[in-house]
């Protein structure tokens, strides 16, 4: 008699003793923030916000293998994945605003640029091997990702809802694969040493392991945890996106469900599908107060941004707080930014 698909999961969960038992990881988690504060004094690194979250999620779940690395050790190493993070929004910034006028793509455009040349800069203080397997895992990874996003783009209107939800594990689980190549090293990842792939269904080929509960070994194991984990976030954000999507034409999972299948129907789907990708994610190794817990705060951050989206002097009061919330802005607000400003409307995006 066959095993059932979660017995098979967690017989791959235990076949990963690196990983911490679901029972731990809120003491890993909090013994994890304060070593990446350690890290950030000893280092004299300017480890920001997001950055933080990667690397206390590294050292919740595999946290011998995330020391092994070496990079809590290593300034250059913790400003190379800050700067492919930020490269990596900046990247997705430019694609999802492309059908902005100029005048209003220009600064976004510029301040991609920007990132591509701090990603640069920052190579040149590792060793020439190192550099060269950076610049391999951006360059393939975020063509792949583009490739990907083109093609939602393009078949918009002929995509159901699995398709669309195909579509976003892809690109979000590629991007994970490259920001834990740069972490854990490419021998985890034999696909990114061939060429990219060139379409959609040659891309989901490659990277089909990301959706399946077989891993060859823990970081391919964590890279499925975290593209399961991402889902959640992504299903938040699609829903309380819509209208902004829909003025930007954006293919999203809501947006998809709701021309599918009505406003009501489609809030039901995206909860069940949480509630899928939560149920997975737990199944694959992550406690439950570990998805429950990023589930509050994502929707209590992203209704926050939404709503200051639609208010211009609650958006000029939080951008005017600190440096670091108009830096927010830059990164990945963009939309929620000129929305606040008046200056998203479906006029200005065709």
Do not use: C
């Amino acid at each position: 008699m066959k095993n059932s698909p979660t017995r098979q999961i967690q017989s791959g969960f235990e076949h990963y003793p690196s990983i911490t038992p679901r029972r731990s990881q809120f003491f890993r988690g909090v013994l994890g923030a304060i070593e990446v504060i350690a890290a950030e004094k000893h280092t004299k690194a300017n480890i920001l916000p997001l950055e933080r979250t990667f690397l206390i999620g590294f050292l919740t779940v595999v946290p011998s293998l995330t020391r092994e690395t070496g990079i809590l050790k290593s300034r250059p190493m913790l400003q190379l994945l800050e700067d492919l993070i930020f490269l990596q929004l900046a990247q997705n910034e430019v694609q999802d605003l492309k059908t902005l006028p100029n005048h209003l793509l220009q600064p976004i455009q510029e301040h991609r640029k920007k990132m591509r040349l701090n990603f640069s800069n920052t190579l040149q203080a590792l060793p020439v091997e190192k550099q060269a397997e950076a610049i391999n895992i951006y360059a393939r990874t975020s063509k792949e990702v583009e490739i990907i996003e083109n093609f939602a783009n393009i078949h918009s209107n002929n995509l159901g809802i699995e398709e669309v939800i195909r579509y976003r594990e892809l690109a979000n689980g590629i991007s994970i694969v490259a920001n834990l190549a740069l972490v854990f090293g490419v021998k985890h990842f034999p696909e990114l040493l061939e060429p990219a792939g060139e379409n959609f269904n040659a891309i989901s080929k490659k990277y089909s392991w990301l959706t399946e509960n077989d891993h060859s070994n823990t970081v391919r194991h964590l890279a499925a945890l975290a593209t399961s984990f991402s889902m959640i976030g992504q299903l938040r954000d699609d829903w309380i996106d819509q209208s902004v999507d829909t003025t930007l034409q954006l293919t999203t999972i809501a947006r998809t469900a709701s021309k599918t299948l009505g406003e009501t129907p489609a809030r039901k789907l995206v909860e069940e599908k949480v509630k899928q990708y939560k149920r997975k994610t737990e199944d694959l190794g992550l406690s439950k107060w570990g998805t429950e817990g990023f589930d509050l705060a994502f929707r209590l951050w992203k209704g926050g941004m939404s709503l200051m989206s639609k208010n211009r002097m609650l958006y000029y009061l939080l951008s005017a707080t600190h440096w670091r919330v108009e830096e927010a802005f830059d990164l990945y607000l963009n939309r929620e930014r000129l929305a606040a400003q008046g200056k998203l409307t479906p006029q200005t995006s065709t």
